[in-house]
Structures are given as structure tokens and as C-alpha cells.
């Protein structure tokens, strides 16, 4: 018998709103500095063939952006059973950081179903194993989930924001690095809803790795119980969808042209959103 997919609700509507004045804080009012200019290749014809991956032969490059294969796809979660995936995952992966923890993260969560909330699901192409997932809630229909344990920066209210949580992948798969993949469709869904910055809640290990990939740590670097953790110290941590891009560019960070500039047509998220 076939299954009702999963509700997709748009955390709010494609045409955005008119802006309008709103305070800003120390997060979302610095001045960018200027980025180097990027050199563009030529556009070449829409009725061009594509061309191979890695094409370095003379003329490849004004035949324009190179679709770049990945192991795995991305795409949004649409079904009871894949939901049901995913929810395992994330048991097996926070088991391995958290011991004894990974069966309360494993338990069905009424986050997953709430309006304006999307979870991305990554695939190997070749087994179909779920080897990665992450979920993206915006402040559209109601507070982030962090909100209910900290005040954020003024320079964050009144924007519209995205959190990210439940971001796992499976540490024994070595084909790809699907985490790539999750972070490029999680930026373009951010791109196409209009948010502002996205937010998260860090372990303090991991605060510095997420430093490195240009995410500000807020609220003096405290960490505070987050009820939507079972109660565990997370820091806060939010990353500026322009801003952040422009720096990561200027860092010449290795996931910037990744995201910026490779067209990577397994990332499938942007059509589950258009088809709702």
C-alpha cells in the first residue's frame, strides 16, 4: 500500500516580505570587508553539451561550471519510513559521542513534523544506504528551539533565522564527505527562503571547528542547558548566510568553491521544496 508522504510546510512564502527597519547588534552589523573580485569564465550556449567531470582540455572552461558527481544525494525527507531512518541514524551517531544517550535521540520527536521545519537526507547512489541527515527549523511560524533555553543577540531579532540541529552523519561511511553535501543544500534552501543567518548549539569541543568554517560564537562563549538536548551544555553559535560565504572566500576555505561555484546535480533539495 503506498505511504502519504510527509506535509512539507514552507517555513514561509517565496516572494519575501518588504524590508523593513530593524535594530542591529554586533553580530549583523559589522561591515563586510571587500572580497576579491572572482574572475567569471564565459557563458557558454544553454544548448552546449555538459561537459566531464574534472574537464581541464583547452575551451573547458568557456564551456562554464563543470557538474561535479558526488557519491551520494541530498534530498529532503517525505515519508513515514525515511523519517523512521533517519531518527535511527541519529540514535546510532549520538550513541558514538554521547554514550548511552543515543536511544532518547532515536525516539520520535513532534520537532520533525512541526510547520516550517525540513529535514535533509543524505544517500549513498550505490547502495541507497541514509549515510547523513541534518534538520532545518526557521523562526518563521514560532521561536527557534534554542530560544527556549537563551536570549539571542539583539543583533538577531527581528531577522529571519534558521537553526540547525540533529546534524549527524554515519562515521563509517568513507566513499564522499556527505557533510559537504548537507551544508551546500542547507545554504541554498537558506538562500531561497530569505534567511538572514542560521543558528546553532555546539558542543564545546566542537566550538572551534565550527569557528573555522566562519560561524561567530555568541553570548561570550557561555554554555547554557538546552531544553531540545535533554539538558546538555551547548554553546551558541550563528553563521551570517552572506557574510559567512564572503569570508569563507577570503579564507580561500576549501568548501567555498564547493558551495559557491560546482553545480552538483545530486543535491535534489530545491525540487522537493517546489513540489511541496
Known amino acids: 500500500m503506498p505511504t502519504a508522504p510527509l506535509a512539507l510546510t514552507l517555513p514561509f512564502p ?5 524590508p523593513r527597519p530593524r535594530p542591529h547588534g554586533e553580530l549583523l552589523n559589522r561591515v563586510p570587508a571587500e572580497a576579491a573580485p572572482r ?105 527557534l528551539a534554542v530560544q527556549a533555553s537563551v536570549d539571542l543577540p539583539a543583533g538577531l531579532h527581528g531577522h529571519h533565522l534558521a537553526e540547525v540541529t540533529r546534524y549527524v ?40 571547528r565550527y569557528k573555522a568554517l566562519g560561524l561567530e560564537l555568541l553570548l561570550d562563549g557561555q554554555a547554557f542547558p538546552m531544553a531540545h538536548i535533554g539538558g546538555l551544555p551547548h554553546c551558541v553559535m550563528a553563521f551570517d548566510l552572506h557574510q559567512g560565504l564572503q569570508r569563507l572566500r577570503q579564507m580561500q576555505h576549501p568548501i567555498s568553491p564547493f558551495i559557491e561555484d560546482e553545480w552538483h546535480p545530486d543535491l535534489q533539495v530545491l525540487e522537493g521544496l517546489l513540489r511541496g
Do not use: W
Open 39 to 143: 574572475p567569471h569564465a564565459a557563458t557558454a550556449p544553454l544548448s552546449a553539451p555538459v561537459s566531464a567531470v574534472g574537464d581541464s582540455t583547452p575551451g573547458a572552461a568557456a564551456r562554464g561550471p563543470q557538474a561535479v558527481e558526488l557519491a551520494y544525494t541530498v534530498r529532503l525527507v517525505r515519508t513515514p519510513q525515511e523519517l523512521a531512518e533517519v531518527r535511527a541514524l541519529r540514535g546510532r551517531a549520538y550513541d558514538r559521542v554521547l554514550p548511552g544517550l543515543g536511544a532518547h535521540f532515536a525516539q520520535p520527536d513532534p520537532a520533525d513534523e512541526a510547520p516550517g521545519t525540513l529535514i535533509y537526507a543524505a544517500r549513498d547512489k550505490a547502495t541507497g544506504a541514509l549515510i547523513g541527515s541534518s534538520r532545518v527549523r526557521t523562526n518563521r511560524c514560532e521561536p
Open 169 to 208: 552523519v554515519d562515521a563509517d561511511y568513507k566513499r564522499d564527505a556527505p557533510q559537504r553535501g548537507l551544508l551546500k543544500a542547507m545554504a541554498l534552501t537558506g538562500h531561497l527562503l530569505q534567511v538572514r543567518a542560521f543558528v546553532i548549539t555546539a558542543r564545546e569541543k566542537m566550538v572551534r
Open 14 to 18: 517565496l516572494t519575501p516580505e518588504a
